[in-house]
């Protein structure tokens, strides 16, 4: 009998502007890195110390291609606490809000990525995207379910 882990990501990429009003919404697949994955075998023991939890994630302007071996965005441009965290069965969805201002100026955002820390600290997994817009006075809001089947 064989049996297998696999890991799929999945985004929904919500732009609002000042007043509330949707500007886009993008959904989008990732990766999960080869750091991530250890990550995740790393969570399962007690000693030595597992890891700090995933609680952040950030945004970038990166224009490569994700890799299994990155370990962090191309061009990070803003990182924020998860605003939720869940679990359901085998999916996890995080979600995490960047509030007007973050970043300070017009991006046109490419990549994400989930982080175990308010900065640096170990990024389970990237996502590469076409361009989206986030001007200084909107909120961009990413959905990401990490599903293990």
């Not at 490569?64 to 061009?75: D, H, K, Q, R, S």
């Not at 990070?76 to 969805?93: D, H, K, M, W, Y």
């Not at 007007?100 to 100026?105: K, L, R």
């Amino acid at each position: 009998m064989n049996d297998t882990l696999q890991l799929f990501g999945d985004l929904e990429i919500i732009v609002t502007d000042s007043n509330g009003n949707l500007k886009s919404r993008n959904f989008e697949k990732n990766i999960i890195t080869t750091v991530g994955k250890e990550y995740i075998a790393s969570r399962m023991l007690s000693t030595p110390t597992p890891p700090t939890a995933v609680t952040h994630m950030a945004i970038g302007t990166g224009i490569g291609e994700p890799l299994a071996a990155n370990t962090t965005l191309g061009t990070e441009e803003a990182r924020v606490a998860f605003t939720s965290a869940t679990v359901s069965g085998a999916q996890l969805t995080f979600s995490a809000t960047f509030p007007p201002g973050s970043p300070a100026t017009l991006k046109s955002i490419t990549e994400a990525g989930i982080f175990n820390a308010a900065s640096a600290g170990t990024m389970l997994n990237r996502a590469k995207f076409s361009a989206v817009g986030k001007d200084t006075g909107d909120t961009l809001t990413i959905n990401w379910t990490v599903t293990l089947t």
